[in-house]
């Protein structure tokens, strides 16, 4: 059924059209019932994007070839499972799945935040309808995945490279993380459309943020676990431009969820926090850009497309635009207080903001090198690890630092007296830990034992913070230590979530530095591995036994058979290898890990090519890379820490803003 | 191919009277009726001194639990608790105050 899906996505054009026409007026003219009716275009273009979305998930599982997208990405043989994720592993029903996601938190908005002041939503509507008018008429007019053709026999089938659990999960939160970012950015521009001083937009726009946030933290792990076991490199993370694309949004809202709280705290930083609100967003914009529009060569970019002019032109404008809108109301964002010393918490998130935007424009700046130059000389050039690595070390380890600092200074002001006693125990803790380290060895890697070290200093004033916290909760409310704990959190969630997100990051620092800096590398190089023989690495053996082939539906698999021994112990057996996918006539690598968790290292194999029955081969031997992906489960942990609801805080808000309500009907 | 273009044309009818629901509901509301409530002046001030006593507050409390932690000295203590105090209280009566005049207006307005 191709043209009610076709219809769908024009209804949705014509909805969001009228969001923005009719939104506009309503926002300008102050008129009640049309700014309502307005509202109700944005949900219903929800519902006409869900309608389109589930033509398309049928025709997929049907296998209705007659649909160029469906015969183009996936075939008979492909698993049910990658028949359904190959709704966004297209060009097509990527953008599909954009403004399922952006109409869907679009609805979500201007249902939930109805308390967020009419005028405000007002305006926020038809900032929304802009974005949805964009996505829609892209679907419309220029990338529709309901073009028809010949029904052919068989499908193309699905990149091999997608066929693998975390592809199922990966872009779908990629992309939430992505659109959830319109959210604040709407309603930070509403609030300047209509010249409203207060927060109310920041208080209508904290969980969604740091949803938002939340989902491109996870998109990105998962991305990079994804890398690590199907790829077939042994790594996660390669600075590929457009995984660099999903970070730097991330990066941005980093930063934003920062100093948003010392807007909240203090009302400074109002412009630089709708720069950071505007940067995030045009980001995400970017991202999905480099990833959609094929203008960089990456293991990402699935197609070249026609889309990229679009694209461009569409971040230019709102970059322009809401820039401008900025500037020519920036007498509304004047701070009502400055910082009184630079040694106090308001100091230390400026200063993380600035080390965080350093990151990200240094990155954005590697990413978009290649591009302009390719594009003025036709000179092609590409920027390397090198230069993200030095900017890495250079911005990531004083911020690494900082996340431990920030905490144990007071706003406003400290004096060195106090902060010498709050310091003691993480310096302590660093010190110890950074001892015990070059004693064992650590030291052949400098970044790496600084990492470290930092690591130990950053959890001992985390646990500093919550054994001194919950030890006054006590002496102030008493009962046991467990409750004192529970009401610790359950009265300041933000802050006890962000602090086990640090804990995750400095589980993130110390997987990373410890699986790149304290890696081992081992391979054949001209002379390959004959049965019987072995391969030595990080105190492992690897004695290759042989070669099999066998077929699994849709591929036929290679598997080279290693025994692997630790001295004389037999620890098991690996299997890398090399699939083969018949249908789309392409070959995949698969690695073999295995994780040592007595030691706490993975151990990879990679199969290179064979010649005869003897093989060439790869190891790599990691440690602590799984503290990564454990990273990942304790950000899980504290985002919904930080997102759980606060009745308290619900009710201050709703007296608030409620009498304020209250006024303006009167 | 007909019954797509049914189910199309049922979708956008139901799209059209779920956007048209405002207007059928008050078909003769009157212009002044129609408008979007807007805190006034008075309205405006009153919510950003709101805002600004749930930071006083907030920052006092904060500041507070800092002590009993030990995270901030005594000495610190002592340099910033004054201030605090006089913020919220400022904020406080101004809110008052700003209350009284609000409350007047809407009285004067209603007689």
């Known amino acids: 059924m191709p043209e009610l899906g076709r219809a769908a996505l024009v209804v949705c054009l014509g909805l969001s059209l009228y969001a923005v026409l009719a939104g506009g007026l309503a926002a300008h003219e102050r008129r009640r019932r049309l700014a309502k009716s307005a509202q109700n275009a944005l949900i219903a273009a929800f519902g006409a994007a869900a309608i389109a979305s589930a033509v398309l998930l049928v025709a997929l599982l049907r296998h209705d070839f007659s649909l160029s997208y469906v015969s183009a990405h996936t075939s008979r043989k492909l698993p049910a499972i990658y028949t359904v994720s190959a709704f966004w592993g297209g060009q097509e029903g990527s953008l599909l799945l954009w403004l399922l996601v952006l109409t869907g938190y679009s609805a979500a908005a201007v249902l939930l ?18 974005v949805a008018t964009f996505f829609s008429l892209l679907l419309v007019a220029v990338a529709s995945p309901f073009a028809t053709h010949p029904a052919p026999a068989d499908g193309l089938g699905l990149n091999p490279s997608l066929q693998n659990p975390y592809m199922v999960a990966h872009p779908p939160m990629l992309y939430l993380g992505y659109v959830g970012l319109t959210i604040p950015f709407a309603f930070a521009m509403g609030a300047l459309l209509s010249r409203r001083a207060d927060e109310r937009w920041i208080v209508a726009t904290r969980r969604w943020t740091l949803a938002a946030w939340a989902f491109l933290g996870v998109g990105q792990l998962l991305g990079a676990h994804w890398a690590y076991v199907e790829v077939g490199w042994g790594g996660y993370y390669a600075w590929d431009p457009v995984e660099n694309a999903a970070l730097m949004p991330w990066l941005a809202a980093t930063a934003f969820l920062h100093s948003v709280m010392v807007q909240e705290k203090k009302g400074m930083l109002k412009v630089w926090n709708m720069v950071l609100v505007v940067l995030a967003f045009c980001l995400s914009l970017f991202g999905t850009f480099l990833t959609r529009s094929g203008v960089v060569n990456s293991i990402h970019s699935f197609t070249q497309s026609s889309i990229g002019p679009w694209f461009l032109g569409f971040i230019c404008f709102v970059t322009a ?58 000179e092609s050039v590409s920027v390397g690890r090198g230069w993200y690595d030095f900017f890495l070390r250079a911005f990531g380890l004083p911020l690494l630092l900082l996340m431990g600092i920030g905490p144990l200074i007071a706003w406003r002001r400290a004096s060195i007296k106090g902060l010498r006693r709050t310091f003691l125990w993480p310096a302590a803790c660093a010190a110890v830990a950074g001892g015990a380290l070059l004693a064992v060895g650590a ?11 930092f690591s130990a200093f950053v959890i001992g004033s985390i646990v500093l913070e919550f054994a001194r916290g919950t030890r006054a909760r006590r002496a102030l409310s008493g009962g046991s230590w467990t409750a004192a704990f529970s009401e610790l959190i359950a009265r300041n969630r ?94 995949s690598t698969e690695m073999a890990i295995a994780t040592d968790w007595l030691r706490g290292q993975d151990r990879d194999l990679i199969l290179e090519g064979t010649h005869g029955n003897a093989v060439f081969v790869k190891v790599l031997v990691k440690p602590l890379v799984n503290l990564i992906w454990l990273a990942g489960v304790v950000f899980v942990l504290g985002a919904v820490v930080a997102l759980w609801p606060d009745a308290r805080e619900e009710r201050r808000l709703a007296e608030r803003y409620g009498r304020a309500e209250a006024l303006a009907e009167a | 191919m007909t019954a797509a273009l049914v189910l199309g044309a049922l979708l956008a009818v139901a799209c059209v009277a779920l956007v048209a629901v405002p207007f059928l509901r008050e078909p003769d509301a009157r212009r002044e009726q129609d408008l979007l409530g807007e805190p006034g002046p008075a309205g405006r001030r009153r919510l950003e001194l709101a805002e600004e006593r749930d930071r006083a507050l907030a920052a006092l409390k904060e500041l507070e639990f800092d002590h009993r932690t030990g995270k901030v000295s005594d000495e610190d203590y002592a340099v910033l608790v004054g201030p605090l105090r006089r913020q919220a209280a400022d904020v406080l009566r101004a809110l008052d105050r700003g209350t009284e005049t609000t409350s007047e207006l809407a009285s004067g307005r209603n007689l």
């Open chain 1, 443 to 453: 030291g052949s890697s400098i970044p790496g034992l600084v990492a470290y070290t």
């Open chain 1, 113 to 130: 935040d109805r308390h967020a002041g009419r005028e405000l939503l007002a305006w926020v509507v038809p900032v929304l309808g802009v």
């Open chain 1, 494 to 587: 933000r802050r006890y979530g962000g602090y086990v997100v640090h804990a995750a990051v400095v589980l993130l620092a110390v997987g990373v530095a410890g699986s790149s800096a304290y890696q081992t590398v081992r391979e054949t190089e001209t002379k390959p591995l004959q049965p019987g023989q072995s391969l030595e690495a990080a105190g492992y053996r690897f004695t290759y036994r042989g070669l099999t082939q066998r077929d699994a539906g849709n591929h036929s698999e290679l598997r080279a058979f290693f025994d692997v021994y630790r001295g004389e112990t037999y620890l098991g057996r690996q299997e890398p290898g090399r699939n083969f996918y018949f249908r789309e006539q392409q070959p």
């Open chain 1, 321 to 378: 635009a809401s820039l401008v809108l900025v500037l020519s109301q920036r007498s509304l964002l004047h701070g009502t207080t400055s910082i009184e010393s630079t040694i106090s918490r308001e100091a230390t998130f400026l200063y993380n903001n600035l080390l965080l935007v350093a990151l990200t424009l240094t990155i954005l700046w590697g990413v978009t090198y290649p591009i302009l130059r390719e594009a003025l000389t036709g």
